[in-house]
């Protein structure tokens, strides 16, 4: 088997019975913020998009490129299609001229021609990428390898069970906006930002020692920030809080604990996997420490190539024809009477501050989750509040994007503050501007609201339900108490146990109770 790495979470694997190329992002997303770092712009993606299979893993738009898509991948291909509770990711490639898929079920392995074999295991929350998010097992000739790009499942069993893997793609880094956007002092940023790297890295180890893969690929990120508006977001600042270390931090924090058998691999980087997996050869179109040695200036040059790119994506933004607050109104208060458990969740006003393009004046609009409606905010105490250029939600409106997540909030082109709690309702809301998935994600939560865990696992003197609030991660994996403080280390979230209260986010309390 062989692997080519393409960039960010891209790879294309090569194998006797077909070829499957992997989420391949070269065009800058998220509002012209994110790149692909180390930049894969320059390869040969005639040659490389010429192949059998396609796998997307979800829409999140530095995995779903469409304009790469469209331009340079195999429309003959056929398309490995995630088990997703909406048809969009389906929609959206057959837009582009795919017309070949094999829908999968999740979970279930399907032999391809040749003897070739692939399950993907599909994430259906709605918290999970833009409704849904998915993983990649594939084998030929004994040799199995898991691309998990950057899903977090709950556990890694049902791969475990099909057989040794003997090649592991994983996230690392970091793929959000908190804390940077947030309205904080600076050595509180820092201090989250530390935290959460940290977290990121102990998720890490926990699915590489739940895997035990004879190898390891540092997959899907860092991306890159060349706006110079975004330019501190880079991890070249010396800043310990900043949460989008590269793979040259991940090889020396992973020797920290033991670990020895990492693969990193830059764009034209070639693994063949040999002596039924065991053996790995990697060969690099240049030396892996050499490159990151010289990470700053390749930032720089690729800055002023990328320059005139940014700057023709921002001249497309504005709409000043647009009237935000009437289309907003149209937009969003259908689906704030549809909504239950998502308005509820959100609990109170959410603030947009809509700064003008000369940056003198503010409009400042409320999405109204109790009373339903979109107005101009009337100086009453908000929980959550979102700053932003008046152009992007412009331009958020001209194009119909029914997912501000996968757009504004990953383009970290605004700032943001609240009183208290994160609250994952107030961005599953705003992922959800439309009917199908806003329906999709009631139903998600009305079915997990009402379910009962009734499985215990013991912690010390507590006993604990067995699967966290949040997102049902196994807590005998990812549960770690200190004190009467569970923390689930699969996102990080918090609980009391003597109160059961969350302490991380809105809602979501735990069954616990000391043993007597």
Not at 52 to 72: G, I, N, P, Q, T
Not at 314 to 328: C, F, N, Q, T, Y
Not at 404 to 415: E, G, H, T
Not at 476 to 483: H, K, L
């Amino acid at each position: 088997m062989r692997i080519t790495g393409t960039g960010h979470a891209s790879m294309r694997i090569d194998t006797a019975a077909g070829s499957i190329l992997c989420d391949p992002w070269v065009n800058p997303a998220y509002f012209a913020s994110w790149f692909p770092f180390p930049d894969n712009s320059l390869l040969d993606w005639e040659t490389l998009g010429n192949v059998d299979y396609l796998y997307v893993s979800h829409l999140h738009r530095d995995h779903f490129d469409a304009e790469h898509l469209k331009r340079f991948i195999n429309k003959k291909a056929t398309v490995l299609l995630p088990e997703y509770p909406t048809s969009q990711l389906e929609d959206e490639l057959r837009e582009l001229g795919f017309t070949s898929f094999l829908r999968t079920k999740s979970d279930e392995v399907h032999e391809l021609d040749g003897g070739l074999k692939v399950m993907i295991q599909a994430l259906i929350s709605p918290t999970d990428g833009p409704i849904g998010d998915s993983s990649l097992w594939v084998e030929y000739d004994g040799i199995r390898v898991l691309n998990q790009n950057d899903a977090r499942p709950a556990d890694l069993t049902r791969f475990n069970e099909l057989g040794h893997v003997h090649a592991h793609m994983l996230q690392f880094s970091g793929a959000i906006w908190y804390p940077m956007v947030y309205e904080l002092p600076e050595n509180a940023k820092t201090a989250f930002g530390k935290q959460k790297r940290e977290r990121q890295f102990d998720r890490t180890w926990r699915y590489i020692d739940d895997l035990k893969a004879d190898h390891v690929f540092p997959i899907a990120g860092p991306p890159c920030f060349l706006d110079d508006e975004l330019w501190q977001f880079n991890d070249i600042h010396g800043d310990e809080g900043n949460i989008f270390p590269d793979q040259s931090v991940f090889l020396t924090e992973y020797a920290k604990v033991g670990g020895t058998n990492a693969v990193v691999q830059l764009p034209g980087s070639v693994t063949e996997l040999t002596d039924g997996g065991r053996t790995q050869t990697t060969v690099h179109p240049t030396p892996v420490d050499e490159f990151f040695a010289n990470k700053r200036a390749h930032l720089e040059e690729m800055r002023e190539r990328k320059r005139p790119i940014i700057e023709a994506e921002k001249a497309s933004w504005r709409h000043p024809e647009i009237d935000v607050l009437g289309e907003l109104k149209k937009r969003i208060e259908p689906l704030l009477e549809e909504s239950i458990y998502l308005a509820k969740g959100v609990g109170g006003p959410v603030r947009f501050d809509l700064v003008s393009y000369d940056g003198d004046e503010i409009e400042s609009i409320v999405v109204d989750f109790p009373g339903k409606q979109v107005r101009p905010y009337a100086d009453e105490k908000v929980r959550y509040r979102f700053r932003t250029q008046r152009e992007l939600i412009e331009h958020l409106i001209f194009i119909d994007e029914g997912d501000w997540v996968n757009s504004l909030f990953l383009s970290c082109r605004f700032s943001a503050a609240r009183i208290g709690q994160y609250n994952e309702f107030v961005y599953a809301f705003f992922k959800c501007l439309s009917e199908e998935r806003l329906q999709y994600a009631e139903g998600w939560y009305d079915e997990h609201e009402k379910a009962v865990d009734a499985e215990d696992i013991q912690f010390g003197d507590w006993t604990v339900q067995r699967r966290c609030p949040h997102l049902k991660a196994d807590l005998s994996r990812f549960g770690i108490v200190d004190g009467n403080v569970l923390t689930c280390q699969l996102h990080g979230w918090k609980f009391d146990l003597p109160s059961g209260r969350c302490l991380t986010g809105v809602g979501h309390k735990i069954r616990a109770s000391k043993n007597s």
